[in-house]
């Protein structure tokens, strides 16, 4: 929402600078003066250009940046996913182990009485622990591995509407260098 609205003030920037743009080339007398008000009209074209190249900078910097927010975006959603799942795998691992381990003090308790019964709920407690601590430690790798591919997508997205940035700033420059010397 925020992206689409940026977007939205960035093309009316640029509507309103081509506007007074072409408002000023309309305006311009066909021969240049040395007078004061044909310096200012030359400073208003200058201007003028300058707006519209730096909303175009605006406008293709905003792009990108949408872009590359969005991979990010797809990035961490599927990281979250993957993570989710391993969890859930892993934690019906561990519940299945449980089970287990209920089932084997019950047969204790009925084949060798309460002694065996505590016996075996403390050897099947033992495996559970060892499971849900195996399984944790791989949802741990999952949720690393996923953060570690989100993070190189953020960097190497914000590298892109960076690299916009600077390719529309020294046109932006140029315009207004070029603007100037005439």
């Known amino acids: 929402m925020a992206c689409n609205r940026i977007l939205g ?6 509507l309103v600078a081509c506007g007074a743009h072409a408002r000023a080339a309309q305006a311009a007398p066909k021969s240049e003066e040395a007078t004061p008000s044909g310096k200012a009209e030359a400073g208003l074209r200058t201007g003028a250009r300058t707006a519209t190249q730096g909303a175009k900078t605006g406008a293709a910097t905003a792009g990108t940046a949408v872009k590359t927010g969005l991979r990010t975006a797809e990035s961490g959603a599927k990281t979250g996913g993957t993570t989710a799942a391993s969890a859930v795998k892993l934690g ?19 084949s060798g009485g309460p002694d065996k019964a505590a016996r075996k709920w403390r050897e099947g407690a033992a495996r559970t622990k060892s499971v849900a601590r195996s399984d944790a430690l791989e949802t741990k ?12 997508t953020a ?15 020294a046109k932006t420059k140029s315009a207004a260098h070029d603007g100037a010397a005439n």
């Open 155 to 169: 960097k190497t997205t914000a590298s892109a509407t960076s690299a916009a940035a600077h390719a529309g700033a």
């Open 141 to 152: 790798r999952v949720a690393r591995a996923g953060a570690a591919e989100t993070k190189g």
């Open 92 to 110: 019906g691992e561990t519940a299945a182990e449980a089970v287990k381990t209920f089932g084997s003090a019950i047969g204790g308790f009925f």
């Open 9 to 14: 003030w960035t093309l009316a920037a640029l």
